[in-house]
């Protein structure tokens, strides 16, 4: 097969503000596989600048070491063809570049959606978090507005940014008493600022907190002092963290997890180990989110996920929209029909 890769540049409607980075544009790479068939399967390479150890150009960098075997291979030896890339290209960000590509282009040879190739009955409509990325409190109070009207159940808001309780109280004040509000810190707090902070927060009704703090023994530490519920994130990385429960969640991401082969294993282990599983995107195109939306159908997460964020890109149609709250997953073989028109 051959490996084409094409760099994307996608603006942003607005600067996504988190406690590690402000983004104004996002930076993909679009990976294509050509198979001897004529038949060609697509993928994504979405590490996040400023988010991700590894950077775009590092896993480019990465995906050439994977041309050779990519070359030998028409494909069909899926498992043992991702297990050479992987241990070749070693960033898991390549590996799922590689993994989407190659489960797209099995759905498209067996004219079949990717969730059925895995073992799915059925595909149901996930439900979704509207991602609230406003960093003041009017601009926070639209944007609940919009998802409440939108039919969304579930807000997320960045915190450790500044005026983390004001925005927080402004737009419970606003959601009601039934939306549920969970919180991202990215890391941001110690262990003495994320038990205060939370504590604080706790009154306007937290859903939970994703990675109030960065590390296996710190989020353990932090979970002895606080009733809110804590989900591990970023610490998802780190060796071990899915083998003992630490916590009460995982968020787990397709571009960081080595695609839909890894985060359905990440999802074995975490579950094994006790905790509730759910799936979010770092600013992913459609391929990354429809991979999610398949993954989903076979791990059936337990919380809303958050993968409503292709409505953050400027001059670019969502494919995959939400309705009342729900994304359902694209129709077509392979990953799906309607998704590379986004990329240009």
């Known amino acids: 097969m051959k490996l084409e890769i094409e760099l994307i540049q996608a603006r942003l409607r607005a600067p996504f503000v988190t406690a590690r980075t402000s983004l104004k544009a996002r930076r993909l790479g679009l990976v294509r596989l050509h198979a001897a068939d004529g038949t060609?399967?697509?993928?994504?390479?979405?590490?996040?600048?400023?988010?991700?150890?590894?950077?775009?150009?590092?896993?480019?960098?990465?995906?050439?070491?994977?041309?050779?075997?990519?070359?030998q291979s028409d494909g069909e030896n899926r498992e043992e063809l991702l297990a050479e890339c992987a241990r070749r290209a070693v960033?898991?960000?390549?590996?799922?570049?590689?993994?989407?590509?190659?489960?797209?282009?099995?759905?498209?040879r067996a004219a079949t959606p990717v969730w059925r190739l895995l073992g799915a009955q059925a595909a149901p409509a996930v439900e979704v978090n509207a991602t609230i990325a406003a960093p003041d409190r009017s601009g926070a109070v639209a944007e609940a507005a919009t998802a409440r009207e939108a039919g969304f159940r579930t807000l997320k808001l960045?915190?450790?940014?500044?005026?983390?309780?004001?925005?927080?109280?402004?737009?419970?004040?606003?959601?009601?008493?039934?939306?549920q509000i969970r919180l991202d810190a990215n890391g941001a707090w110690s262990v003495d600022e994320?038990?205060?902070?939370?504590?604080?927060?706790?009154?306007?009704?937290?859903?939970?907190?994703?990675?109030?703090?960065?590390?296996?023994?710190?989020?353990?530490?932090?979970?002895a002092t606080t009733d809110v519920p804590i989900a591990i994130d970023e610490t998802t990385q780190q060796p071990g963290a899915l083998d003992r429960r630490v916590c009460d969640a995982v968020c787990l991401k397709i571009a960081r997890g080595g695609g839909i082969t890894g985060?359905?294993?990440?999802?074995?282990?975490?579950?094994?180990?006790?905790?509730?599983?759910?799936?979010?995107?770092?600013?992913?195109?459609?391929?990354?989110?429809?991979a999610a939306l398949h993954a989903a159908a076979a791990i059936k997460p337990d919380r809303?996920?958050?993968?409503?964020?292709?409505?953050?890109?400027?001059?670019?149609?969502?494919?995959?929209?939400?309705?009342?709250g729900r994304i359902g997953t694209p129709a077509g073989p392979g990953l799906g029909d309607g998704l590379l028109g986004w990329y240009g």
């Open 91 to 108: 960033l898991p960000h390549a590996t799922a570049a590689i993994d989407l590509a190659l489960w797209d282009l099995a759905g498209r």
């Open 194 to 223: 994320a038990t205060a902070a939370l504590r604080t927060l706790a009154p306007a009704g937290v859903e939970l907190c994703e990675e109030p703090v960065s590390g296996v023994e710190r989020t353990a530490e932090l979970q």
């Open 40 to 71: 060609i399967g697509y993928g994504e390479a979405a590490p996040l600048d400023g988010y991700d150890a590894a950077s775009l150009d590092d896993v480019l960098a990465a995906l050439e070491d994977c041309r050779e075997p990519l070359a």
């Open 263 to 290: 985060v359905i294993d990440q999802a074995r282990r975490a579950r094994a180990a006790g905790y509730e599983v759910y799936l979010a995107s770092t600013l992913d195109g459609p391929l990354g989110i429809a």
């Open 158 to 179: 960045k915190v450790g940014t500044g005026d983390d309780a004001g925005r927080v109280a402004a737009v419970r004040a606003f959601a009601g008493p039934q939306m």
């Open 304 to 324: 809303p996920c958050g993968l409503a964020t292709l409505g953050a890109f400027e001059d670019r149609q969502d494919p995959l929209p939400a309705t009342h």
